[in-house]
């Protein structure tokens, strides 16, 4: 007497297959590390790394059941900001600014010490160790106050300082502004050069300042005369 061997239709043979793949990764995916929100703890301007918190906390399956824990803080994170053609543009980072943490493929660990183009000290991918934070996305409660939509702007927070470029022209608004060259300061416009103040002091580092070409301490005016007179123009 033979006995028959059920056969799976190739439905139900492409269900099975899909079951198993969606296994596999759903058992995967929880170490591979892609990007994440994160929050500064503390930030070294000499090596230019930080001390950083993830902002959001692992479910982890214990004995009692899924618990949410807290990631450990990441040390010596790389920080990523503007930097091309011999400039670039720093930001006074501090603790509770918040930011991206982005999971290399590869282990950084020999391209972050030496640069250039180098080999993995360490075969592993999107492992923690290898994050770099951008400072960036920020929470609903850090949005900024007065966000302009018709120009560009560098800013503080409190809105107490800001470079605004828009199409109309720049504005810069501060408490103050000091301006220090080694060399000239030279400005040119077409139309007027207008200031405004309580007071305008003009100073020179050397002995005498030049106004239209005439020096202001050695300058004479022509057809002096006594009374209640106006003098001539400067010569």
């Not at 759903?26 to 170490?31: E, G, T, Y």
């Not at 994160?38 to 906390?57: E, G, H, K, N």
């Not at 982890?60 to 010596?76: D, L, M």
Request: aromatic share 4%; with cysteine.
């Amino acid at each position: 007497m033979s006995t028959s061997v059920p056969q799976l239709t190739p439905d139900q043979l492409n269900y099975a297959e899909t079951s198993q793949w969606k296994e596999i990764l759903s058992q995967a995916l929880p170490d591979l590390r892609v990007a994440i929100p994160a929050i500064i703890q503390s930030f070294d301007p000499v090596s230019q790394t930080c001390t950083v918190q993830i902002a959001l906390r692992e479910v982890v399956r214990t004995q009692t059941g899924p618990q949410n824990i807290a990631i450990q803080p990441i040390n010596k994170v790389p920080v990523s900001l503007p930097r091309a053609g011999g400039l670039s543009l720093t930001l006074p980072l501090k603790a509770g600014d918040e930011g991206m943490l982005i999971f290399c493929d590869m282990c950084i660990d020999l391209w972050w010490s030496r640069g250039g183009i180098q080999n993995q000290f360490e075969r592993r991918r999107h492992d923690l160790s290898d994050a770099i934070f951008i400072p960036g996305p920020w929470s609903q409660p850090r949005v900024l106050s007065n966000y302009s939509t018709n120009s560009a702007q560098l800013r503080t927070d409190d809105d107490t300082v800001i470079l605004d470029v828009a199409e109309a022209g720049i504005t810069l608004t501060a408490p103050k502004v000091s301006i220090n060259t080694t060399g000239d300061v030279d400005i040119t416009a077409q139309g007027n050069v207008n200031i405004q103040g309580q007071q305008v002091v003009i100073e020179s580092m050397s002995d005498d300042t030049t106004i239209d070409g005439s020096d202001y301490l050695d300058h004479k005016h022509s057809g002096v005369q006594s009374g209640s007179s106006d003098t001539g123009p400067v010569t």
